[in-house]
C-alpha cells in the first residue's frame, strides 16, 4: 500500500533531499518488483510506494513548477501569494489544483488524501499549517524546528488529542527518537545532544567580534541554507533544539546536555538509568533521518551512504563554551522559562539573522539583540496559537527596530 506525502516547503535544501529520498525509496521498490519478489514479500515496506500529494514553496516559483511537472501532485502551494499568478500560467497545461498563501498551506497540510506531512519551511511561517495537520492526527515528519520551538506545550498536546504522531527528521533528534527504542522513557536519565561547534568553535569572544559574514556561512562539515548555517555559527541551531528535544521527547531541561563534537559522526546520544549510553551513528547526510521518518518503523536500504569505521581516525567530545556561545546558555533559560519566551527567542532570531544575511548588523550583534529582546518580555504561560504569534511578531518589531535606531 502507498504512502501519501504532502511535503510543506519542497524547494529548500530538505525538501529537495526528500524527493531524492523518496525517489530512491520508489526506485528500489521497482527494481524489487521484476526481479526479487521473494524480497518484497519478506520486508514490508520494500512493497510500499511514496506517492507526492502534495508540494508547496514560499516563493521558488521556477522550481516548484518543475517539481510539479516531475512528480505530478495534485496540489501546489505558493505561500507568497505574489506569485500564485506566475505559478498558474508556468502550470496551465498541468492538471494540478494551485493554492496560494498560509491558507493554501493549511489546506494542503489537512488534506484527507495524505497520510505523512513532511514540514520543511523555513522559519515560523509553517506553525500554523503544522498545528492543522496535527489536528486531523496525521502523521508528521517535522525537519524544521520551528514548531517545537515556538508551541512545541501545544502542538505535542493537539498531536496527542487527535492520535496523530510526530516523528523527528532533524538529525540529532531522530538520533535520539532511535537511542530511546533501547528503553522505556522511565528508564531514561539523560539524552545527549551533540553539537559540531560550526566554524567559530575554537575562537575566543575577542575574535569572534569581527568575524565576516562569508566565514559564519562557511559551515566545516554540513551543507544547508544560509539561515540554519548562521545559526549553526551563533549555536542558537543548538539552543533551539534543546527547546525542541524538551519538548519532543517531554524531557525535563535538566536531564538534556549538550557536547561539542566536531566530527558530527555522533547524531546524539541517550544515558539510562543503569549507565548504558546508547548513540545513534552515521555520515552527515540528512538523507538518513528523512528516510527513517517515512519508513518508521522499520528500516530499508536507502541512497545515504554507510559508515566507515576506518575512515574515523577519532570522534572527539568537548564542553561548550557558553561565556563565547551566549546563545545556547540563553537556550537553557528559555526551555525553563517555557511559555511565550521561545517564541520570542526564535523570532528575534529570525529578524536578526535576516539582518546579519543583508550585512546591516555584525555578527556578534545577533545575540545581543536577542538577549535585549527576551530581557524586555513579560513571558505568558500556557499560550494559545494567537497569543504565540502575537510575541512572534512583538519580538521582530524589537529587533528591527532597534537597529533602525542610530
Ligand atoms: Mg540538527
Known amino acids: 500500500m502507498a504512502k501519501h506525502i504532502a511535503i510543506l516547503g519542497s524547494t529548500g535544501s530538505i525538501g529537495k533531499n526528500s524527493l531524492r529520498v523518496i525517489d530512491a525509496l520508489n526506485s528500489s521498490l521497482v527494481a524489487c518488483d521484476s526481479s526479487l519478489v521473494s524480497q518484497v514479500t519478506s520486508h514490508g515496506t520494500q512493497g510500499t510506494g511514496y506517492e507526492i500529494v502534495a508540494l508547496s514553496a514560499h516563493s521558488s516559483v521556477k522550481r516548484l513548477a518543475e517539481q510539479a511537472r516531475r512528480y505530478k501532485p ?206 545513534q551513528l552515521g555520515r552527515p547526510d540528512m538523507c538518513l533521518p528523512i528516510q527513517y521518518a517515512l519508513t518508521y518503523p522499520e528500516r530499508v536500504a536507502g541512497i545515504a551512504e554507510h559508515l566507515r569505521l576506518d575512515e574515523m581516525s577519532k570522534l572527539t567530545f568537548e564542553k561548550p563554551n557558553l561565556e563565547a556561545f551566549r546563545a545556547l546558555g540563553l537556550g537553557f533559560e528559555v526551555a525553563r522559562a517555557g511559555g511565550t519566551a521561545a517564541a520570542v527567542f526564535n523570532a528575534a532570531n529570525e529578524a536578526a539573522v535576516e539582518e546579519f544575511l543583508a550585512g546591516k548588523i555584525k555578527f556578534v550583534r545577533i545575540v545581543e539583540l536577542i538577549e535585549r529582546c527576551l530581557n524586555k518580555h513579560n513571558v505568558k504561560t500556557n499560550p494559545a496559537l494567537e497569543e504565540l504569534l502575537d510575541a512572534d511578531a512583538w519580538a521582530r518589531e524589537q529587533v528591527h527596530k532597534s537597529i533602525s535606531m542610530p
Open 74 to 279: 495534485k496540489f501546489v502551494a505558493i505561500t507568497n501569494a505574489d506569485y500564485y499568478q506566475q505559478l498558474c500560467s508556468e502550470l496551465s497545461d498541468l492538471d494540478v489544483e494551485i493554492l496560494a498563501g498560509p491558507e493554501g498551506l493549511i489546506e494542503i497540510a489537512q488534506l484527507e488524501s495524505v497520510d505523512i506531512v513532511l514540514t520543511a519551511v523555513v522559519g515560523a511561517a509553517g506553525l500554523g499549517a503544522v498545528l492543522a495537520a496535527a489536528q486531523k492526527g496525521k502523521q508528521l515528519a517535522v525537519a524544521n524546528k520551528e514548531p517545537l520551538v515556538i508551541a512545541g506545550e501545544l502542538l505535542t498536546k493537539t498531536v496527542k488529542e487527535n492520535g496523530g504522531t510526530i516523528l523527528p527528521v532533524d538529525s540529532e533528534h531522530s538520533a535520539i527518537f532511535q537511542a530511546m527504542l533501547a528503553g522505556s522513557r522511565q528508564e531514561v536519565s539523560k539524552i545527549i545532544l551533540t553539537a559540531s561547534g560550526g566554524p567559530f568553535r575554537k575562537m575566543s569572544i575577542e575574535d569572534i567580534q569581527n568575524v565576516t559574514l562569508e566565514e559564519a556561512l562557511a559551515h566545516p562539515v554540513w551543507d544547508m541554507g544560509p539561515k540554519i548555517t548562521v545559526d549553526s555559527a551563533t549555536m542558537m541551531n543548538k539552543a533551539l533544539e534543546v527547546i525542541e528535544a524538551r519538548w519532543l521527547f517531554d524531557m525535563p531541561v535538566e536531564m538534556i546536555e549538550v557536547w561539542i563534537h566536531p566530527e558530527s559522526i555522533v547524531h546524539s546520544l541517550v544515558e539510562f538509568v543503569d549507565g548504558s549510553v546508547i548513540a
